[in-house]
């Protein structure tokens, strides 16, 4: 009861404060240097989540086990003051175990909807392919439209709503490979690697001794609060803006990824909206109004790198989309910077 009490009134102290773009940078450097205190190193992966939950597009996180994928995730909910779930995906999760069921009431006879964990701000879908194909498509409704349809009624799911969800690249053995549909509903596919030998060792430093990572979760601060992130989420895309040219450069990027001859399928026009608005995002984290085609390039890959699909032989080869995209950001004139 107490700890629910403290998270209400955090909310309600940051409710009456309102941000603005030049104020976001210092929100930033404060969820940042919050979430250095149980992970170390990671700070592109963490740039990347950062821009997502304000571009309020969901991310997947791919990378070996045991480098802090979840981690990341919880250190990123803390500070922010919003509800978090987690699923843990399994071989034998069932869709009702997501979305939620219908449960029997037995004093008044009647059946009720029970809420499934997908009802949050900030949900975790922890290794997401490890869950058979009809539990990872009952995603798809709460991911593209933010609601979930139970017995012919809709329920709009709480803003704000985001998906953090994580996958292996490596083991393949009882895990199903996710759809391009579904793969599609990601604005962001974020490759989490190894760290560095440096941030190895002041891991190994830090969280060897009285407290290890998880514990250390509870020094984290909360810097934004749920209505500040849905605010930001407005502001990002009225008030930041980007040039025709801009705009006529994102486009040129994603139709050269359906020219490629490597590749049997391109980038949707999807991609060419997230590019957008993640470039907004990131603009703003650096306290700017506008859109210049260093933001377009930084989250290039992210949005991209999921969209890209290579063609058998050539991904035989070695070919990869990390490979395409650099090629085409290479060759792909960039306009002027203006400021």
């Known amino acids: 009861m107490s700890s629910k009490t403290k998270v209400s009134s955090t909310s309600k102290s940051k409710k009456s404060t309102k941000i603005n773009i030049k104020a976001l940078t210092k929100k930033v450097k404060e969820i940042k240097k919050n979430m250095s205190k149980v992970i170390v190193g990671q700070e592109e992966v963490i740039d990347a989540m950062i821009t997502a939950l304000l571009a309020d597009g969901h991310t997947l996180l791919e990378g070996v086990p045991g480098i802090a994928k979840t981690l990341m995730v919880r250190a990123l909910s803390k500070a922010v003051s919003a509800e978090f779930k987690r699923i843990q995906f399994t071989p034998d999760l069932m869709p009702s175990d997501v979305t939620g069921v219908m449960a029997y009431k037995p004093e008044t006879g009647e059946f009720y909807f029970k809420q499934g964990p997908v009802f949050t701000n900030l949900l975790l879908a922890d290794e997401i392919n490890r869950a058979p194909p009809k539990s990872q498509a009952s995603m798809l409704e709460s991911m593209q439209e933010k609601q979930v349809t139970i017995e012919k009624k809709t329920y709009k799911l709480p803003e704000p709503f985001i998906v953090y969800a994580t996958q292996n690249p490596i083991e393949t053995e009882g895990t199903y490979p996710l759809p391009e549909a579904q793969i599609d509903r990601f604005a962001f596919k974020v490759l989490v690697t190894y760290p560095e030998e440096d941030d190895e060792v002041e891991i190994i430093e830090r969280f060897t001794g009285e407290q290890d990572s998880y514990d250390k979760l509870e020094d984290i601060k909360p810097i934004l609060a749920a209505d500040q992130v849905i605010e930001l989420q407005k502001l990002i895309r009225k008030d930041v803006t980007i040039s025709d040219e801009l705009a006529k450069y994102i486009v040129r990027i994603v139709n050269l990824t359906r020219e490629s001859e490597e590749v049997y399928m391109g980038a949707s026009p999807r991609a060419s909206l997230w590019m957008t608005i993640a470039a907004k995002a990131s603009a703003a984290m650096e306290g700017r109004t506008y859109v210049n ?43 002027s910077i203006q400021s």
Do not use: C, M, W
């Open 293 to 335: 085609p260093i933001d377009i390039q930084k989250i290039a890959k992210n949005v991209l790198r999921h969209r890209v699909l290579i063609k058998p032989e050539y991904e035989f080869d070695g070919t990869t989309s990390e490979i395409i995209i650099d090629r085409i950001l290479k060759h792909t004139p960039a306009p």
